[in-house]
């Protein structure tokens, strides 16, 4: 058994704070069945939970024998050489065109995941993602994107893609949703709801006036 490393823990106890999310996560899932998704667009606005949704999924896939590959958009050249560059050094192999990573080793059971956090910064790949890349990868391989917007119109409109391609939008927290969080933090009553008032479902408006609340005794 492969030993635990400090991100297989981030990622166990970040899960732990992602609620009201089931039918979600239960959605991202799908892509590890032999039949899933091949492309899973996770979207919303900023701050409503992607990449903790992302960071949920992780111990799920990896529990089922995946194995994840992590790129941030954001860090990558927006060009196929700095795509694959960056693909390639996460698979610690030279990948010199779209057609290189089907010959990356991949256990014939287990499930290969690129995970793009933050693909909004790729967009200028995008039709070379979909025309080139992802035909290339062999069928044992999965594509998580996370970004601000859904998938263009192309990835469900062209011939072959409806099947294989799955858009997950990530929407505000229900109320009772955002009270489980507040719960979590330590937070219940009078000021639970003055909090979840201001924030309105939004987890990350939860987890600022939290912090705000612990970092300043004044704070009321």
Known sequence: MAMMSVQDRLDQAASRTVVGRDRELEALAACLESDGP????????????KSALLQAFFPVAKNRGAKIVRID??????????F???VGR????????????????????????????????????????RRVFVPALPHNARIVAAGRYPPSSTWLTEPGWQQLVRSVRLDLLAEDAARSLLRDLGVEGEQASRIQEFARGHPLAVFGTVWARVRSPTYR
């Open 73 to 82: 958009g954001g860090s990558v050249e927006p060009s196929q050489r700095g």
């Open 90 to 129: 996460e698979l610690d192999t030279a990948i010199t065109s779209a057609d290189g990573i089907s010959e990356v080793g991949i256990e014939p059971h287990s499930t290969l995941i690129l995970v793009i956090d933050d693909y909004d910064e790729l967009r200028l790949l995008d039709s070379w993602l």
């Open 38 to 49: 091949i492309v899973t667009f996770v979207h919303g606005i900023p701050g409503v939970g």
């Open 84 to 86: 694959l560059d960056a």
